[in-house]
């Protein structure tokens, strides 16, 4: 199994960037798929999650601001932030729970995107 995230980069503050992760390998279901982020000198926190039955929590933070989504048929979570704000800027990853044949439920892991948020 692998994720590969995409959309990251550089906007400036006020401004949009939506994220891919897209799910690929043999599974049989995938239950939660999240988004996390890791600035510089800070630990990894989660940004949104959303779980197989839709239900969505995102962090105090992005509130308003970022949507999570997820195409079940595509094996792919978006996550479309707007109002973007320098303190954004990080290096955002995907997780997803995947379980596999087994079974076997494991967190995967994407090779994150950077955000840059600056004028």
């Known amino acids: 199994v692998q994720l590969q995230a995409s959309g990251g980069g550089l906007v400036q503050p006020g401004g949009s960037l939506r994220l891919s992760c897209a799910a690929s390998?043999?599974?049989?279901?995938?239950?939660?798929m999240g988004w996390y982020r890791q600035a510089p000198g800070k630990q990894r926190e989660l940004v949104a999650e959303?779980?197989?039955?839709?239900?969505?929590n995102y962090a105090d933070s992005v509130k308003g601001r970022f949507t999570i989504s997820r195409d079940n048929a595509k094996k792919t979570v978006y996550m479309q932030m707007i109002s973007l704000k320098p303190e954004d800027t990080a290096i955002y990853y995907c997780?997803?729970?995947?379980?596999?044949?087994?079974?076997?439920?494991?967190?995967?892991w994407g090779q994150g995107t950077l955000v840059t948020v600056s004028s």
């Open positions: 997780k997803c729970r995947i379980t596999t044949r087994g079974p076997v439920v494991h967190d995967y």
């Open positions: 390998g043999s599974m049989l279901s995938i239950e939660n």
């Open positions: 959303t779980t197989s039955g839709g239900t969505t």
